[in-house]
């Protein structure tokens, strides 16, 4: 298993029928992953929300692409 702090995607998480538990933290089955450009952006957005970059910067980053 795999987990990951997400706030701006944790909507997208529920979506996709994961659970999203206290403060954004979501349990991600290694053997149920969703696309491989979705968990990407997904472990962006923890990095960034566990450093402290926070999800203003994460937004910032996706516009420019």
Known sequence: ???LKLDPS????KKLGFTVGANGWVTLPLDALPA???VKRWIMESHALASG????RIERKRKRR
């Open 53 to 56: 970059l926070g999800p203003r």
């Open 10 to 13: 944790a909507s997208e998480a």
């Open 1 to 3: 298993q795999a987990r």
């Open 36 to 38: 491989a450009p979705v």
